[in-house]
């Protein structure tokens, strides 16, 4: 199945919801899924980030707040969280929240790339790069616990030291990036690559091989390391019966991501072979075929969004259970 990696198994929480839903459920319902995946022993979960959204949207570190209670020993991660502050507010709103989780936390990050986001908040978003990378650094300087004198590009902070520090000792950074340079280059900065759910099986592989390929050149193991992977997933009886029960709620899901251009027809267009080629819908014979195409690949992570618009609860959290229960286990002597 693997080389040997330990396997985990985490869920992404949806938290983008209609206007005019009852909050208050589902905010209910975030905590019944953080719940049931502790009480079925999978080992993390994860949130998302957007502002300015046409959706209603719970903001991640308020939530990942609120579900450290509920969370048992889970790790409460960010997949991903929009690198939009400066790195001294980033940094300390982190260590809090690590601190409070009693060193729980992934600070999952990435540059963004909405318009409308950079728009309002007066930020190039040609420079949301390099900005990025930067602001990265300064967090790891400002997480050493030394004095920080930091005068960069786009930040400066001089004689100054984090007022609190992550409890973990080393707070795992992982980063989103898209083209081999930009992988390439979270392999010098980060702890792990976070690879997105929405592009298919040959790219995400492929650029998995340009991370590991990076570590390889630098002389850093990669034992040991995550190596996560975000993918939309579903379980039912069979393959056909569990594309056409989630098709169309994927489908409008995605399309209510598209905030610019001909991004929505882009979306419907590709879908079906997104359908195929990238998401994990179909029977667990069938998710757990690909898990393991996938780890077999290098990837020791996997991070489940199951939960769409117009998606009952009831069916998301089978999905969880069916996770649980009919596929993990396939894989836990690989955990042992």
């Not at 990036?177 to 930009?182: L, M, P, V």
């Not at 019966?241 to 209510?256: G, K």
Request: charged share 25%; proline share 4%; aromatic share 10%.
């Amino acid at each position: 199945m693997s080389d040997g990696k330990p396997i985990k198994f985490g869920i992404h929480l949806n938290h983008e919801f209609e206007q005019g839903s009852d909050l208050q459920e589902r905010i209910d319902h975030l905590v019944a899924f953080t719940r049931a995946a502790r009480d079925l022993g999978l080992d993390s979960v994860f949130s998302m980030h957007h502002y300015l959204s046409s959706l209603a949207t719970v903001q991640p570190l308020p939530l990942l707040a609120r579900l450290i209670p509920e969370s048992g020993e889970m790790m409460l991660g960010n997949g991903i969280y929009l690198f939009y502050e400066h790195p001294v507010i980033l940094a300390e709103n982190f260590a809090s929240l690590d601190q409070l989780s009693g060193g729980r936390v992934i600070a999952g990050l990435g540059a963004g790339y909405r318009p409308n986001e950079f728009e309002a908040m007066a930020m190039e978003r040609d420079n949301r790069v390099s900005r990025t990378f930067e602001g990265v650094e300064l967090v790891k300087e400002l997480w050493s616990g030394e004095e920080v004198n930091h005068r960069g590009r786009y930040f400066t902070v001089e004689g100054e030291r984090c007022s609190i520090l992550p409890a973990q000792e080393h707070l795992p950074i992982w980063l989103g990036a898209n083209g081999e340079k930009g992988v390439r280059r979270v392999a010098r900065s980060a702890d792990a690559w976070i690879a997105p759910p929405n592009v298919k099986a040959k790219w995400v592989k492929g650029h998995l091989g340009f991370f590991l390929d990076e570590l390889e050149q630098m002389g850093v193991s990669a034992e040991g390391r995550e190596m996560p992977l975000i993918r939309e997933l579903y379980i039912g009886d069979d393959d056909e019966s569990a594309a056409a029960e989630v098709s169309d709620c994927l489908r409008d899901e995605y399309a209510d991501y598209s905030v610019y251009g001909d991004e929505v027809e882009y979306w419907r267009t590709m879908f079906g072979e997104l359908l195929e080629k990238a998401f994990l819908i179909g029977s667990a014979d069938t998710v757990a075929a690909k898990i393991e195409d996938f780890a077999d690949a290098g990837f020791n992570h996997f991070i489940f969004r199951f939960s769409w618009k117009g998606l009952p609860f009831e069916q998301s959290l089978r999905t969880i259970e069916r996770l649980a229960t009919e596929v993990v286990p396939r894989f836990q002597e690989v955990r042992a």
